[in-house]
């Protein structure tokens, strides 16, 4: 019998508490949960104590848990790219780190110095590019060498309230509340498209590199209000639109989709924070078209995943798709600047 | 359907898929409307079906109108000259005649019923999203594009919106065109897919409070445009009417001619759009 890997979070917020808990707890003949760190001590506790590991708030004593195989990186964006590369110069088998991989291009070449130094597995939690359906549609697509001439990505999101709350009950303590806004400089247009495409758009960027692999050109960028992008770019003979707002008080609606003039792939996601399976994928070519949706979702098939690449059953996966996908996240970014136009 | 009075209705060299679709949709108003051959006497026809394709088509709508047609009927309108154009709209005024539009989608009688509440909506709209997918059907890429843009800009006009667009990208299949300085920016984009791969209209209106998603098919047809308002409380969509959208315009032109009322979506709001087109596609 392979032996179970340990996890150890580090982050122990709403994305650990409704997403990988549960994916974890479905996947237990594989991976147990050993320890879980967060900046506040209650919370660490609670969370820990809830599926059975340890409880710490101290980093480094993740790192030197012998007990912790695969860390877990779920912290605030700024912080993924040390933690990562701490975690590999612990020497551990493997390292799931919510997307962004980091927030700029030299931390995140730091990452992959560390990573090849180490040999540790290192994936990044881009769900819906491990989403089965997703894949299966891309591979009828690939399989056409089909050229897409336009793709479209949208993402409309109510409040993650409305779906954390359902998917567990939330462990948070008072202290852990965020402050009420207070007044301070607002941040201009820029910041706030800069701000939506790495914690929003990133979503996506994985999904619409399979299509558009470059950024050439980037001819119309907008922050929507109260978070969120409008933006439109070329990559060779594909057009690119990308939309994204939240949070509405309203149902969401997460689509992709692609066009060639002969064919179409069409993929909608369900909710991230519930276990409501893959999405639903439609490929239609010349008349004849196919569908598929599948009981699991990509973040289980991302975990599924990494426990074969560390039992040596499937490829090792490396770290220039992440580092790609930030690479065009931050490429969108820098030749916004240029067409951005002043709201009236 | 109003039975206060029959008008009569002819055909000035409108392309033949024009005539068919104008004339399927009158046979279905029997009571109101009668076609009339073209060499009747021009002052006794009351309505005349132009092709808004053909070249000099506003001319030919301006000779009728002085001639003493009472109403245009602009079948799928894609292109303009703007200085005959001028003309048009002078004999109009001085006529006191009717322009209806073969705008397909702001027509249909499920949008219409449920407008004014989306207007009420887009007052607090953080995006207005209009996305078609058209298929080619042996017809001129611009053509197609220009017609399309004209649908989409009708529909954002009847949300009481005067969008200011520009042209954000163009190519042989697609287009993006904008009006993005505004706090909630409208985004009209098209797709031209091959003859077979199904056509559609989507229009997404997001605002903070509510969501609305209306899909209409490609518009020549009966089959009602699906349109949902998503709010915090559940979604509710609109009752379906299997009107076709052209047979409803019938009916507005119809009660526009008994109470000498303009139509939703008038002449000005046509050649403004045409201009748009003009401008921000044909470049």
């Known amino acids: 019998m392979v032996k179970r890997l340990g996890v150890g979070f580090v982050g122990a917020g709403p994305v650990t508490q409704a997403i990988h808990l549960p994916v974890l707890a479905s996947m237990a003949k594989r991976f ?108 009828a697509w690939n399989d056409l060498r089909c050229v897409a001439t336009f793709v479209r990505s949208v993402i409309y999101l109510p409040d993650n309230d409305r779906f954390v709350n359902l998917a567990t009950e939330l462990i948070s303590s008072p202290t852990s509340i965020s402050p009420p806004d207070v007044p301070s400089t607002p941040p201009t247009e820029f910041a706030r498209f800069q701000g939506s495409i790495l914690a929003l758009a990133i979503h996506n960027i994985p999904l619409v590199r399979h299509f558009a692999p470059t950024v050439d050109d980037v001819l119309s960028a907008r922050a929507l209000r109260p978070f969120g992008y409008a933006t439109t770019f070329r990559c060779g003979v594909t057009t690119v639109q990308m939309l994204g707002l939240l949070p509405g008080a309203w149902d969401p609606n997460w689509r992709f989709e692609a066009f060639a003039p002969t064919s179409r792939l069409r993929v909608r996601f369900p909710p991230s924070y519930v276990m409501a399976g893959s999405s639903t994928a439609e490929f239609s070519s010349r008349g004849s078209a196919s569908r598929w949706r599948f009981a699991i979702n990509g973040y289980q098939e991302e975990w599924s995943h990494l426990a074969g690449v560390l039992d040596g059953v499937v490829p090792a996966t490396t770290l220039s798709a992440p580092i790609e996908d930030l690479r065009f996240a931050l490429r969108i970014v820098e030749l916004a600047k240029k067409v951005m136009v002043p709201i009236q | 359907v109003s039975a206060n009075r029959q008008y009569t209705v002819s055909f000035d060299r409108a392309f033949p898929e024009d005539e068919s679709r104008h004339r399927q949709a009158l046979a279905s108003l029997p009571v109101s409307f009668r076609v009339v051959e073209q060499d009747h006497v021009r002052h006794q026809i009351d309505a005349v079906v132009v092709s808004g394709g053909a070249v000099g088509w506003s001319e030919t709508a301006r000779l009728n109108v002085d001639a003493g047609v009472r109403a245009v009927m602009v079948a799928r309108p894609e292109g303009y000259d703007s200085s005959v154009a001028k003309a048009f709209l002078s004999a109009l005024s001085t006529h006191g005649a009717i322009v209806a539009v073969e705008c397909v989608l702001a027509s249909s009688l499920v949008y219409g019923d449920e407008l004014a509440t989306l207007r009420r909506d887009v007052q607090t709209a953080l995006v207005v999203d209009c996305f078609s997918v058209v298929e080619r059907m042996a017809r001129d890429s611009e053509a197609l594009m220009a017609g399309t843009v004209v649908q989409q800009l009708a529909l954002v006009r009847s949300l009481g919106l005067d969008p200011a667009m520009r042209l954000v990208e163009r190519s042989e299949t697609n287009y993006v065109i904008a009006d993005d300085r505004r706090e909630a920016p409208v985004l009209l984009s098209g797709v031209l897919v091959d003859e077979g791969e199904g056509g559609y209209f989507r229009l997404d209106v997001v605002a903070r409070s509510a969501r609305w998603r209306v899909r209409f098919d490609s518009g020549n047809s009966a089959r009602p445009p699906a349109l949902t308002r998503l709010t915090e409380s559940g979604a509710v969509s609109a009752r379906q009417h299997f009107e076709h959208p052209i047979r409803s315009l019938w009916r507005e032109l119809h009660i526009a001619l008994d109470q000498n009322q303009p139509m939703a979506y008038t002449a000005a709001d046509l050649f403004l759009d045409l201009e748009i087109v003009d401008h921000v596609l044909r470049r």
Do not use: W
């Not at chain 1, 820990?48 to 708030?57: P, Q």
């Not at chain 1, 919510?98 to 994936?123: F, W, Y």
């Open chain 1, 32 to 139: 147990s949960v050993t320890c879980v760190m967060d900046m506040d001590g209650d919370v660490a506790t609670a969370v820990a104590k809830s599926c059975g590991a340890r409880a710490t708030t101290d980093f480094s004593s993740v790192l030197n848990d012998p007990a912790v195989d695969v860390v877990a990186i779920c912290s605030p964006n700024h912080l993924h790219a040390d933690q990562v590369v701490a975690a590999c110069r612990a020497g551990k088998r493997g390292v799931l780190c919510e997307k962004p991989l980091a927030t700029s291009l030299d931390d995140a070449q730091r990452v992959l110095e560390a990573q090849r130094a180490s040999g540790t597995t290192v994936i990044v939690g881009t769900m819906h590019s491990y989403d089965p359906a997703f894949r299966a549609s891309v591979a």
